[in-house]
């Protein structure tokens, strides 16, 4: 397994977790709060819950996990900019707040491995 797909895998699991424990707080449209820090809404949890089952599937090859960390990465980090213009998200989901700085690093986490994978590296472990 390479490295990128070691990436795609574990902002899989971490994506899905996230989705899953945000559906506990938020079962509605309505705003609610993550940890008291991360305001989440159901639009916003599935929007997790996808992005990493799309990570999990996205590991199974080293394209796969490239494209999951360019195209990924560049969406946080126009959500971050997002944030910044409307942190309402145009009334579906929140993106402003902690937030912001919080799509910045995740998207500048994924771009970076998603643009300098490399195929020959990999890890000892397996799925």
Sequence with gaps: MTIVQRVA??????FLLIGIIGFY????MEMQM????????????TVH???????LAAARSFGGAKAY???????????A???????TGFGLVPLGGNDIWLHAVLGVVLAYFG????????TASTM
Excluded at 25 to 28: G, I, V
């Design 9 to 14: 895998q574990v902002f899989g699991w971490v």
């Design 25 to 28: 707080y938020a079962r509605t």
């Design 34 to 45: 993550l940890l008291g820090i991360f305001p989440v809404n159901l639009l916003h949890n």
């Design 49 to 55: 819950v996808l992005f990493g089952v799309w990570g």
């Design 69 to 79: 960390g360019q195209i990924g990465g560049v969406i946080y980090l126009v959500l």
């Design 81 to 87: 900019v997002l944030g910044f213009i409307d942190p």
């Design 115 to 122: 643009f300098t994978a490399k195929g020959g590296i990999t």
